[in-house]
């Protein structure tokens, strides 16, 4: 962890899938170890209003959506992930 913090731009905004839990995990703390998160499961949600509660989708969901990148069937991979994470 600190290699990842030396390394880490105080400004750096981190993006992902439920980034938080990721942002967690790693024990860092925003406006300490980086400058904002961007959570993608929260800009691509939609309102549902016949349940009243809102819509979450998939990274592949949204990958599919926005950059025609169907999943290719391979296992969850974080690498995988991350690098879709930064084109959605």
Request: hydrophobic share 45%; aromatic share 10%.
């Amino acid at each position: 962890m600190t290699i990842l913090r030396q390394h880490l731009p105080k400004n750096a905004v981190l993006v992902g899938q439920n980034i938080k839990k990721d942002v967690e995990w790693l024990e860092l703390q925003e406006g300490v170890d980086f400058g904002a998160m961007l959570d993608l499961s929260a800009l691509f949600r939609v309102w549902n209003a016949k349940y009243s509660s809102f819509t979450y989708f998939g990274l592949d969901h949204a990958s599919t959506c926005c950059l025609g990148q169907a999943n290719d069937g391979a296992a969850h991979n974080a690498v995988t992930d991350a690098v879709k994470s930064m084109q959605v």
